[in-house]
């Protein structure tokens, strides 16, 4: 190439104009390869140099020349001392190489105090991947991963992107959605999300008469749609509830203030000032949480199906815990347990049943999001799990069993049960549903008891009114 025309390296053109100082042709290649490889600045020359000599003395780890480390990466010597004075950065494939080479993780190679900052594409060229690479590894189209890279945006089809993402790149899916969050888009997004939102409340909020939300012809949520890259339609149900919600504050707000300008007794004008002032606070606070909110909720929805799916294990207290716990038999809650995210849903087996529960994060997820995959999903079931110890007493929780010589406790869909119980024909009757190859659970009237094979039947030959 030309030193006068443009040149791209990973989606990034620069133009690198003739020295006027009589630079040699060398110095200048040097140069350009070094602008070429920006992507990698985070490179660390001393940390190369350290591996291969290993000075951090390393246990059965045998120290390399320069020319011995050109062989292993199929480079040459004078390639790898570049890479270790500074002159040269290595490609993403070359760091995969080095990396395997010295036996250790590509982020070894990579500048650690400057690790706070990182991108998720400055992560993904840390783990010596290009763009192209995970492309291939997700299966997705170049544009949509690049959209998700630069602006944090989702496939709307790809519930569990971020998930598969953080499986391609090795890393906790933590650290994925904290990088996306330093992505420059991602900021200005929420920037200017937050001036559209002030904008809608300030317009809607305090409009009298029967509260509907956004218009759907508003301009600012038509842009804050096409910021999200969703459509209009859902922002304005998901907007309408935060805002609605917003409603609701000020509607107390305002009360309160008709108690402190007119009420006679002096107290309660008192009492009514601090509690607007409180009011006040809590509505600022909540209107500054909305483009938070839709930025997470956004990034992290799932489709109506899943979010059933996770309803159901929260409903009946199906969550993953470090001690036994309360597990949900994954065959009695959906027909393919690969639709539930692994960040959401740990999945296992007690002796040979698969059963799964929610993670912590699958249960914050759940409580912060509900209120708005209800506004989203009207017409899916909501959650009812008992929140106080009273309740749980009186034995208005889940059913459950255990197998035998397991400290486990295992539950059913209460959906399933019902069914079950509706098919039979008396009640001293009972039916085996199968739960593995080993154990059957025998559902009576009244009782849940783990057997032996006998006779069972699967879901599908179940109908609506009960059993066939």
Known sequence: MEALVKHSWDGVHVTLPWPSDGTSKVVLKTRKKTLMARGLANFDPDALRALRTNVYARPQVVPLTAEELARAVGATKAQILAYENGHRVPEPPRIRALAAALKVSPWHLMREDERGTWTLADFR????????????????????????????????????????????????????????????????????????????????????????????????????????????????????????????????????????????????????????????????????????????????????????????????????????????????????????????????TVDDV????????????????????????PGVRRMTRPQSRRARAAGLGAETFALPNRTERLVVPDSFLERVRLGLPGPKTHFNARLSATYDLMVGSSVLLVVQPGVWMSRDEMTDEGVR
Request: net charge positive.
């Open 125 to 348: 060229r840390a783990c010596g991947l290009r763009a192209q690479d995970v492309v291939s590894l997700l299966g997705v189209s170049p544009k949509n991963y690049r959209r998700f890279e630069n602006e944090g945006i989702v496939p709307s089809r790809r519930p569990r992107f971020l998930d598969e993402v953080a499986t391609a790149l090795g890393m906790p899916r933590h650290v994925v959605e904290t990088a996306i969050d330093r992505t420059p888009a991602v900021r200005r997004r929420q920037a200017r999300a937050a001036e559209l939102v002030v904008a809608m409340a300030e317009r809607y909020v305090p409009r009298p008469g029967t509260w509907r939300g956004p218009s759907l012809d508003d301009p600012n949520l038509g842009e804050l749609a096409a910021a999200y890259g969703r459509p209009v339609q859902r922002i304005r149900r998901v907007l309408a509830h935060e805002l609605g919600e917003l409603r609701q504050t000020e509607v107390r707000a305002l009360r309160e203030r008709a108690i402190a300008e007119y009420d006679r007794d002096r107290s309660r004008q008192i009492r009514a000032r601090h509690a607007l002032v409180q009011w006040h606070e809590l509505y600022d606070k909540t209107l500054a949480q909305i483009p938070r909110r839709l930025e997470q909720f956004h990034r992290t929805a799932q489709p109506s199906d899943v979010w059933q799916l996770l309803v159901d294990l929260y409903n009946v207290e199906a969550v993953s815990r470090p001690d036994a716990g309360t597990w949900m038999v994954t065959d009695y809650l959906c027909n393919d347990a690969d639709v539930l995210p692994s960040s959401l849903v740990e999945r296992r």
């Open 354 to 377: 698969a059963v799964c529960g929610l993670t912590v994060d699958g249960v914050r997820h759940v409580q912060t999001f509900a209120s708005l995959y209800v506004s989203l999903y």
